[in-house]
T-cell receptor, first 111, second 113 residues
Framework: GENVEQHPSTLSVQEGDSAVIKCTYS??????FPWYKQELGKRPQLIID?????GEKKDQRIAVTLNKTAKHFSLHITETQPEDSAVYFC??????????FGTGTSLTVIP | DADVTQTPRNRITKTGKRIMLECSQT?????MYWYRQDPGLGLRLIYY???????NKGEISDGYSVSRQAQAKFSLSLESAIPNQTALYFC????????????FGPGTRLTVL
């Protein structure tokens, strides 16, 4: 089955700086890569996703990049704010069936 | 608003006890999932169901069973709970088709003593 690795496990940044979280996957058939944000005590919620026919996708301060050849994808958050503090999970799947999640990155934005 | 709900939200039980966690949804989604979340291990899939007559094992199904009673209800059972099943359990739903978002319930925190 698919194996998704996520780094770093924890990340602290100053407010206004950028944050980058990286994930690698093993199954070259995977073609859908969502990112979920889980605030403390809350449920995970989708923040952005990318399909394998696209190299980059942006939504305001967040962006995701995908390198199919190297089998890795990354989440980029610019101009970080305290409300960005949360645990972020990447996932890989084939057409959205059976997500394989990474182990999570705990992001802390220091005011 | 259409939502995914889980009961109970918190449960403490003893080793060897049978316990059932329930998930209900008003989103009209066909697909339902059960995950467990452990610190440092992320979200791991236990079982999933694409419709009422479909049940599939996930990565970590040993020690668990499920029942899809209706389109809107998907229950997870621990036949004989053990301490290493202490975790946060999430139910999720997804619509038909490709590349769909999964919507998570609020979670059930289970402690097995």
């Amino acid at each position: 089955g698919e194996n998704v690795e996520q780094h770093p496990s924890t990340l602290s940044v100053q407010e206004g700086d950028s944050a980058v979280i990286k994930c690698t996957y093993s199954d070259s058939a995977s073609n859908y890569f969502p990112w979920y944000k889980q605030e403390l005590g809350k449920r995970p919620q989708l923040i952005i996703d990318i399909r394998s026919n696209v190299g980059e996708k942006k939504d305001q301060r967040i962006a995701v990049t995908l390198n199919k050849t190297a089998k890795h994808f990354s989440l980029h958050i610019t101009e970080t704010q305290p409300e960005d503090s949360a645990v972020y999970f990447c996932a890989a799947s084939i057409y959205g069936n059976q997500f394989y999640f990474g182990t999570g990155t705990s992001l802390t934005v220091i005011p | 608003d259409a939502d995914v709900t889980q009961t109970p939200r918190n449960r403490i039980t003893k080793t060897g006890k049978r316990i059932m966690l329930e998930c209900s949804q008003t989103k009209g989604h066909d697909r339902m999932y059960w995950y467990r979340q452990d610190p440092g291990l992320g979200l791991r899939l236990i079982y999933y169901s694409f419709d009422v007559k479909d049940i599939n094992k996930g990565e970590i199904s040993d020690g668990y069973s499920v029942s899809r009673q209706a389109q809107a209800k998907f229950s997870l059972s621990l036949e004989s709970a053990i301490p290493n099943q202490t975790a946060l359990y999430f139910c999720a739903t997804e619509g038909r088709g490709l590349y769909n978002e999964q919507f998570f319930g609020p979670g059930t925190r289970l402690t097995v003593l």
